[in-house]
């Protein structure tokens, strides 16, 4: 059994920053890919940041500049750092982690308003 554990969301103003952590535990076998993923209000759930283990990373073109994904493979977690954040950033983050299926975290709300 996997689980991935998120942490870090919250209410945030415009411009402000947050920064996000996802730790997997259980049955760890090599995790390959981790990744951020967010839906919006009334939104498609949609990439926003992945890494591989050798620290190779890919972002959706709007994010790119603001966010930044990170990863720690001895502590099997991955994080991202969220910058100048903007109303339209408001969604609910998943943490995504692949090794021989993909596992989800339950998500962590991040709400940008004044």
């Known amino acids: 059994q996997v689980q991935l554990v998120e942490s870090g969301g919250g209410l945030v103003q415009p411009g402000g920053s947050l920064r996000l952590s996802c730790a997997a535990h259980?049955?760890?076998?090599?995790?390959?890919?981790m990744g951020w993923y967010r839906q919006g209000p009334g939104q498609q759930r949609e990439l926003v940041a992945v890494?591989?283990?050798?620290?190779?990373?890919n972002y959706a073109d709007s994010l790119k500049g603001r966010f930044t994904i990170s990863r720690d493979n001895a502590k099997n977690t991955v994080y991202l750092q969220m910058n100048s954040l903007k109303p339209e950033d408001t969604a609910v983050y998943y943490c995504?982690?692949?090794?021989?299926?993909?596992?989800w975290g339950q998500g962590t709300q991040v709400t940008v308003s004044s």
């Open positions: 259980g049955s760890i076998l090599n995790i390959g890919v």
């Open positions: 995504n982690a692949y090794m021989y299926r993909p596992f």
């Open positions: 890494i591989d283990s050798g620290g190779n990373t």
